[in-house]
């Protein structure tokens, strides 16, 4: 039987790196101070050391780099995961990503393939300002050939970026950087808690996946469905508890190809919706979500589909926990849509 | 309180080519000097020492047709003949590709007039194992690489038989077991990738070298510095060549900074390898491919090679220069038509001559016709048959997900 640990979300990244570095010589890592610092959160600490400096190794600033590097090298046989240091960084890498390394497959008719993993921290509540705090993931869902993850937690994190280093489709992983040393239910008043206590800090040491496309149902329930992500699914957790509602809580896990099935046989159940995030509203990925379920469940519907997001500003600074979509605004719609 | 006369008044330039059409054509700011006294360092040698060549040019053939100078590859007549023969089927498939596009048979194509050298020679002085990187005027190297003409007819056509399945503009090839990648619409993005995959085949202890080819328009792009850091940082086994053609559909190569220095120089700050060779020379570029090879394949890093040419034809088949350049300019070209050259210099030798030159093109141009017949019973793009519609939904993902399999539901296939 295989054992466990309690781990971090960023021990839990660590600890895919090596599991999958230690069974697969085409592994590599990389990304701006990832290797011999071990990245500016730690998630690649150690591996220089133990698998030398051209298997995990430091990289120019220049994601546009970065990213073309890793689609030579997995078009060559490797498989590289290379790391976006924060997601607002990776726009000078885009075009790579959007006419490069999502088309490679398809242009060539199979020819030549990029499996490779692009991970990078994304989300606000650690006062990152505007540069550290973006959630971009709506860019990325409208690319085809992309496959887009976000854990919420350590175990699916460590499950999620073994199972996508042994895709054989480009993937990008999301981390909600908030989440790296423990859950944050979005109050920022309360002391930090780490992931030692939770559920999912307990995490196996070897190997072991969690199934790209699979959201996973965090809390059942029968009065209303919250389709939530990363830190979201903490924030809907404890609305859900403090407000007494017996919300359904959806982890989609898998931004694309989401988990609709899931999603479907939830909302036809309960009849009611709301979809949260926490990056802008207009055009993210909550307004896909949102069509697509009111396509299959329109007529098991109630009450309107309700999405609590972030606002379509930049991320404030100062003003932080007023952009943050917190408890208060997510009860605000939970209570709004089982009234209506 | 007077204020000090301005000397400088603050402004901006717009460079300006030497000639626009109903002008003299004028190549006297390029520096295209024979230069067949460069001396050859040794491949194995620091970057600085070769770093006055980004100024100068590296000339095997001069003007007589005579192969002079240190960097002469001394070729074999056998290997000569090769070289002229693979630049004139080039040429050959090249202008009946253009005909067929004018008769409305394939949408889009693009010639490589004028420099045929530069993908041949490479081609042929790199190893077939070697990666290839190529932009999307480096047919040639598949020519070198000896791929099926009607293969690459059927990629044109966009037809059943097309190995991309309909997916890509023509001329945008793929050849995976020639060891050529997929040719991007994206200009310079292959630049960068090249390295990467340099990076793996080195890792992994083989001798196997990349190159990857640009234009020198594309040298604006961030992608080409991108390439030049990784290289520069890496050390990666890659030779990166810039085709500087003059030309960027409308744009002269000053609209890319070539003014102010050769684009072979750009190499000099990220420390690499830098040759700048006379293009249209076709045993200069075979030279200066050689030496690079050898450079890299022996873990001395990697070279950056500026090929001197002419575009002496359109951009594409959707361009018309004769409205931003002078029509007569390809003609007062100093480095001469790279086909002639060879030919001059195997005939000097008393390797060849008119009558067997004429011989060959009347046989390359049978041949490119009746490769055509072919491929063009294999379908064409207006009348089929095409790559099987739902097609259109595979290779999106190693696995069709939910949602293309009900978009190709949507669409009835």
């Not at chain 1, 230690?22 to 730690?42: I, N």
């Not at chain 1, 239910?185 to 800090?201: E, M, V």
């Not at chain 2, 990076?199 to 792009?221: I, K, L, Y």
């Not at chain 2, 390809?330 to 060879?342: F, N, S, T």
């Amino acid at each position: 039987m295989s054992t466990t640990a309690r781990m971090t979300m960023i021990q839990a990244i660590n600890s895919a790196h090596d599991v999958l570095m230690e069974r697969d010589d085409r592994v590599c890592s990389f990304g701006e101070d990832a290797g011999y610092f071990g990245g500016v959160f730690g998630c690649t600490q150690g591996l220089q050391e133990k698998y030398g400096k051209t298997r995990v190794f430091d990289t120019p600033i220049n994601e546009a780099a970065i990213i073309a590097m890793a689609i030579g090298m997995a078009a060559n046989g490797m498989r590289p995961i290379a790391e976006i240091q924060f997601a607002d960084y990776i726009f000078p890498g885009f075009d790579q990503v959007v006419s490069e390394l999502t088309r490679l497959r398809y242009r060539t008719a199979g020819q030549y393939t990029a499996p490779l993993v692009l991970r990078t921290p994304c989300g606000g509540g650690i006062y990152g300002g505007q540069t550290h705090s973006m959630s971009p993931e709506a860019f990325f869902t409208h690319i085809p050939g992309l496959t887009i993850l976000m854990p919420s937690n350590p175990y699916d994190a460590k499950g999620l970026l073994i199972a996508a280093s042994e895709s054989d489709d480009p993937v990008l992983i999301f981390e909600p950087k908030r989440l790296y040393n423990g859950p944050f239910d979005g109050d920022p008043h309360k002391p930090a808690l780490g992931w030692s206590s939770h559920d999912q800090g307990l995490v196996p040491t070897g190997h072991y996946t969690v199934p790209i496309g699979k959201a996973d149902i965090v809390r059942a329930g029968a009065a209303l469905t919250v389709v939530a992500y990363g830190t979201m699914v903490h924030v809907a957790l404890e609305s859900a508890r403090l407000a007494g509602i017996d919300a359904e809580i959806i982890d989609l896990r898998t931004l694309i190809p989401y988990d609709m099935e899931t999603i479907a046989k939830s909302v036809n159940k309960t009849g009611r919706c709301v979809v949260l995030h926490e990056a802008p509203r207009t055009s993210g990925f909550g307004a896909e979500l949102i069509a697509q379920i009111q396509e299959e469940c329109f007529y098991a519907l109630e009450a309107p589909v309700k999405r609590v997001t972030g606002w379509d500003t930049p991320y404030p600074h100062a003003h932080e926990w007023q952009y943050f979509p917190g408890q208060e605004r997510v009860t605000r719609a939970m209570t709004e849509t089982l009234e209506a | 309180m007077t204020k000090a006369p301005i000397r400088n008044a603050p402004g901006f330039t717009v460079p300006e080519p030497s000639a626009r059409p109903g002008g003299t054509p004028d190549f006297s700011a390029l520096n295209l000097k024979a230069q067949e006294s460069v001396s050859r360092p040794d491949p194995a040698c620091p970057p600085q020492d070769t770093h006055f060549i980004a100024n100068s040019l590296i000339q095997v053939l001069n003007e007589e047709g005579q192969a002079k100078g240190p960097w002469d590859p001394k070729l074999s007549a056998k290997t000569l003949r090769e070289g002229l023969h693979l630049m004139l089927k080039t040429r050959a498939y090249d202008d009946r590709m253009l005909k067929l596009q004018r008769q409305g048979k394939i949408s889009f194509y693009v010639k490589c007039r004028g420099e045929e050298a530069i993908a041949i020679a490479a081609g042929m002085a790199l190893h077939p194992d070697d990666m290839l990187f190529p932009a999307y005027r480096q047919q040639g190297l598949l020519f070198a690489r000896g791929r099926d003409m009607i293969d690459m007819m059927c990629h044109c056509l966009s037809n059943a038989r097309d190995n991309l399945k309909g997916r890509q503009l023509p001329v945008h090839y793929t050849w995976e077991e020639g060891r050529f990648f997929s040719i991007s619409g994206n200009l310079g993005t292959q630049y960068p990738q090249a390295v990467g995959w340099a990076m793996a085949s080195a890792a992994r202890g083989e001798d196997t070298v990349t190159a990857s080819w640009v234009g020198d328009g594309t040298t604006a792009e961030g992608d080409f510095h991108s390439a030049c850091t990784l290289a520069s940082v890496y050390q990666a086994p890659v030779i990166l060549n810039v085709v500087n053609n003059q030309w960027a559909i409308s744009s002269f190569s000053g609209i890319a900074g070539g003014q102010s220095a050769t684009f072979a120089a750009r190499g000099i700050g990220y420390g690499l390898a830098t040759l700048r060779v006379d293009g249209n020379d076709f045993l200069a570029v075979y030279a200066a491919t050689q030496w690079a090879a050898e450079r890299a394949r022996s873990g001395n890093g990697p070279t950056m090679i500026e090929s001197v040419t002419y575009r002496a034809d359109a951009h594409s088949t959707s361009d018309d220069p004769s409205r931003y350049r002078p029509k007569n300019e390809a003609d007062a070209w100093p480095l001469g038509d790279p086909v002639e050259r060879l030919k001059d210099h195997l005939i000097a030798l008393g390797e060849w001559d008119e009558k067997r030159q004429t011989a060959l093109i009347e046989a390359l141009n049978k041949e490119v016709l009746a490769s055509y017949k072919k491929a063009e019973s294999f379908g064409t793009l207006r009348d089929g048959p095409l790559s099987p519609v739902p097609s259109i939904f595979e290779d999106v993902f190693a696995e069709q997900p939910w949602h293309l399999r009900r978009q190709r539901q949507d669409l009835g296939v």
